[in-house]
């Protein structure tokens, strides 16, 4: 690919980019598109409403970024939790590591592999892009220490930015943990296999286990009912609601601090207590007539300390470990109910069967991959459609045929597929693998260089524009006719954009001492990124599922995954070029980073998968002194209940991050018990319902905004 | 390889078998021989002294053989603990499956092998052994669907009877569990990386920590002293010993119950009763001198329950991973002092040490046995050497040559090293491993048999002639004129014979429809090795270190391994005889196979690793029940002594099975006190060091022998 078919890309994407974030800008101010643009500021309530004819509101503005580029970490922290400051750490890591590569790379390499061989240079946009990779290097060539030299940088300093990283996202995991006080979850076992006994109920053998075995620490237990039998008691209560709503029409759900026990609508009537109390009844004896029948083996068993928890949770506890199975709990509004009815024996076998079609789905797509990957050749283009002749031999054709449109094609037909997988099929034989690998990634340097205009900043520009909430916005709002602004909150999508983060990082480092063209174009994507992403997180997305920081293990894995893939192609590449004294001082480079690798998985490690004592017993310690426990033991119970205790409507408020709500336990005990239990309620989801709530509560009280949040709102 | 080089390479090792067991059973019966045929039962006190001149004694005998078969599971459990046993199960196991997979390819697959191509066959004697191989059939013959049906019938009694040996071999661990109940291991921690503190010493911090902690279950602490300081202490006491004993020539090492506490000697005189108080108390003034500068950071920390200990062992401790690590500890006699010293953060990196030295000793085998492999080929071998062409012609040695020379070589080069490297070198495409395997092993099918004959069948004649003990014996007794019987007790060497029995098991598998004429070899190889062993394990091996059946786990999933490739080389061989259909059948086998040995690793391997909870909670409250409890925790702290109190001799007692000993717990308060005591004591090793016993205590008083070894006496 010529230089200035790459430019063409380039600048293609960037005018595309351009003008979608100018467009962003201007979107973002019309009032109609506040529930796809401040989804998470409205579920918070915290988005100024703009006057509709202020006319400034057209003008493209960079207020975001500035605003984005501003907000500190703490802040971030206080509004989205702990993973959203472990994802743009993600980001802030590579582009400082990328800052790092690109300077070494071009200031160094990139010299080195444009003069390797004696041979009149053409004007630079004339060039080949291969002329810069190390391809141009003649064999044998005595510049190869700068390559090996330059790996030696870049190892080193990712290595160095991954372990004070790793340290500091450990201790913030541990301060996640000790902040956290009141957790339910941490005073929660999740027990599943409960052997079963044709004389007693489950929850009798349960009890009968923990008393016996546990009975300096058992508090209580809460058993999992079949999800039949709780979906026809909601079924039945909502049936009733509404035939009473149809009798009082007066009686509206209107927002209030009153929960409804059964409808999920919110009541401030005293006629509608009396049906919740009516309600009560009637699922005693629903329950107490099918309980027998219908529990399941699974149970959420609560402890009187956290410590002790966590020791039930770790330990074997029977001598078949396929019963009795524990694990800590998850929170309570994390509980997917319907997947707990899955008997334990049938989960291993489950667990493999999604392995082995995510394997299979994998491979199915290396077909096409290989076909488009074709496409950047143009001889092999024309040879499989010789039509294309006469077209291709015009230049700009040529140009953005190469430049642009395999990785088109490529990202519309395989959105979904981590495109690692391209690299899969060039391997046949296993010694060869540095060999085949260091051939093949230059040939492909062009065409992952326009993958990432492609993927990485056209997706950062969708990312922002949000497409599709957008048109649904629109046509909802044409075809409804409704008022109501009703939209959809989103949570970050994690799964696809550490993902993708981490392909980048792949692109970069295998790239960086082989075609460190690339290099430049990258930096822009991730500091691109890093404001994008900040602006969505703090705008658009609510943080319901808090993992505490663990993806941070996955993301410092893969990187020394690419480090080591890097190692291994410049190995074969210095082979290739017959060079042994690089080949040499590369091998120490692999063990090296293998080494630190095993140290990191030591010394980290271990804390983003256990709870370590010191800390719960310290807090344990911290609550019996304040004389906390029993007030926590009692609300154990009610907040792992299967059915919905508390209305859908208000759970939502509950994704706004917990610091934002009053701490439970800082109120005073007579009023703190109503509020508390309040509190500790919004967390009990609607019994594990993916679906997400779909109208704005705008009327929502602004005691539910912490000084952080109200400090941005006032700033926005 | 022809029928008759094979039957000549199987008849001249059944002569050596023969000769070399006739020989052992009139060695045995030699006074002189004792020690190094009876170790075990000397060490034990139960060998029978023959009268010299009964002349019987230069008699061939098949005695050993039928006593060893007649010896039952539960008198080998008694008599040798649960890893001997174990270990005959893998050999009953092994014949098992062998003799099922002989019976089906013999009788089914060997026929559709032989008659595979429409030839004039030869007389069989005649006939070339790849005759029976796969490699005869045609391609795209249609009687493959034998050998698929074949590989269903073997991998589902291998599966069968490996779930059956799991299950009943859990069952014996529990057991064993639950029988060892006055264990000083199971209240036992051990605390290595104790944080360093510039105020105050190990031993102050790490009491610290659990006095704040673990208030409630801990009991103290014994603090690993650096090894300096204790082997200073010794060698004093030792050199004191000596003085005193050039003093009082009288006061000999003659065996009784009470031990010295520095010697090692056994003494019955009150004036060596005072040296020994005289020297606990210098020892107090020394230690007290350099306790605070030659502390170890680690500690074998003391419970008051096993639960305790097993929930402090199982839990992260600390925020800092590589603080505070915690391990149940080993048993007394387990310890090894010596790498205690080691700090704990130089640990990973001696253990990745250790596995690159040994991946990089096996490759380096590699060559050499290239080499080897070239010599089963006649044209490779003449081509090689010139000069043997015309002594290569000769039939007789022809016969010898390929068929025994190979593996005597290769034997005697690698006796260390398991010769499944061999395979690894044939390897180069990930693609092609299947065919590749398959044209691979059926032409060495002629090698792997004749390896069975020399590796297998002499070894096992070997073991039980044990020439280097016997020649050791003798030398002795030539250079020392000694009268003493002195000998050295070995333990059985389960690190090279469960790997050969593996090895065996998997050129079982891999060659049973492939070239199945090995099976019958093998068949008496295993059968041998059943008798052998176990004659072995009751008359030479002590049982010293005793893992509680983990190495069962190791077998099974070597197993499942061999299976799996077993049937990936038979994959690959209906590839080549473009068998779609036998293919076809085969992946679902893979699959099935693949999916049982993750049943088994969620059913019954966490055993293997982690203690049940609820087992070890039923014995706590047994113990407590009983009033057991105090007196077990007055004991943890001597017998977990860096300085041993109990002398080197008697500590040889406790290498017979604990059952033989009077159980502690059933004694009188009283006398229990001091006989239990006695008994730990046993246990506690001479500082760890490595080196046997080498006198004969034949006075050994006949209280220590349990009624079954009485038995096994009597009989004998």
Redesign the interface.
Known sequence: MEISALLTSAGINISICIVLLSLYSILRKQPANYCVYFGRRLVCGGARRYDPFWYERFVPSPSWLVKAWETSEDELLAAAGLDAVVFLRMVIFSIRIFFITAVVCIAFVLPVNYYGQPKVHKEIHLESSEVFTIENLKEGSKWLWVHCLALYIITSAACLLLYFEYRTI?KMR?GHITGSASKPSQFTVLIRAIPWSPDQSYSDTLSKYFTN?YSSSYVSHQMVYHNGIIQRLLLDAERMCQSLKHVAPEINCKPSLTPCTFCGGLTATNSFHILSNEGDSVKGMEIGEFAHFQERPAAFVFFKTRYDA??VS?????????L?VTDLAPEPHDVYWRNLNIPYRQL??RR?ATLVGAVAFMFVFLIPVTFIQGLTQLQQLSHAFPFLRGILKEKFINQVITGYLPSVILILFFYAVPPLMMQLNV?????DIPAQLARAVPTQAGFFTTYCFTSGWASLACEIMQPMALIWNLVAKAVSKNKDESYETLRFPYHTEIPRLLLFGLLGFTNSVIAPLILPFLLIYFFLAYLIYKNQILNVYITKYESGGQYWPIFHNTTIFSLLLTQIIALGFFGLKLSTVASGFTIPLILLTL?FS??CR??????FH??????L?DMDRADEMAGKMEELHKKLHNVYSQIPLHSQKSSSKGECSTQELPDPEKLKPEEGDAIAKELWGYQGNESGQEHEDKSCPSASSPEHRTPTMIELHKRS
Chains 1, 2 share one sequence.
């Open positions: 450990a541990l075995y966590l020791v770790e330990v074997l506890q029977s001598s078949n470990p396929m009795w291993w076998i493999i391997f046949s034989s296993v010694r080494l095993e140290y030591h010394r980290f490690a271990p804390i256990k709870h370590p004592a010191q800390v017993l």
